[in-house]
């Protein structure tokens, strides 16, 4: 099985990251944890809602660069640094899931300076043959 490695992305200030934002092996893409990150590497300041819709939408424009969508997303874990916005957040995050809803595991735990959430993803699409 081939495995493609996609970018390194990651910043924390100027610092960088040791990670893939994400790995195709074989049918199955696997998105690395994604907090709210502004382009400059810090957490962006923001509620709930402005830091979860940063991080969906992030997700969604890596798996454009695998040639998924989030369509495909078949997993999500999610890491909440507040019980109290889980509420919030869910009905955030259920906007981007219309349709099929991936399965999901939701804890809370500390994460990250000023980082209130952080999602990772895995993507179910075959490789064309």
């Given amino acids: 099985m081939a495995?493609?490695?996609?970018?390194?992305?990651?910043?924390s200030g100027s610092s960088s990251i040791p990670l893939s934002k994400?790995?195709?092996?074989?049918d199955f893409i696997y998105v690395s944890g994604q907090t709210a990150n502004d382009d400059n590497g810090g957490i962006i300041t923001g509620n709930i809602e402005d830091q979860?819709?940063?991080?969906?939408n992030n997700i969604c424009k890596i798996l454009k660069e695998t040639g998924c969508e989030i369509d495909?997303?078949?997993k999500t874990t999610v890491w909440l640094s507040d019980a109290r916005d889980f509420g919030r957040f869910n009905n955030c995050y259920a906007k981007f899931f219309k349709n099929n809803k991936p399965a999901r595991s939701t804890t809370v735990c500390d994460l990250v300076v000023d980082a209130?959430?952080?999602?990772?993803?895995?993507?179910?699409?075959?490789?064309?043959?």
């Fill in 3 to 11: 495995k493609i490695f996609y970018g390194d992305p990651h910043k």
């Fill in 22 to 26: 994400a790995v195709r092996a074989g």
């Fill in 72 to 74: 495909d997303i078949i």
């Fill in 116 to 129: 209130k959430i952080e999602i990772e993803a895995i993507a179910y699409k075959p490789v064309d043959n």
């Fill in 52 to 56: 979860t819709n940063l991080i969906m």
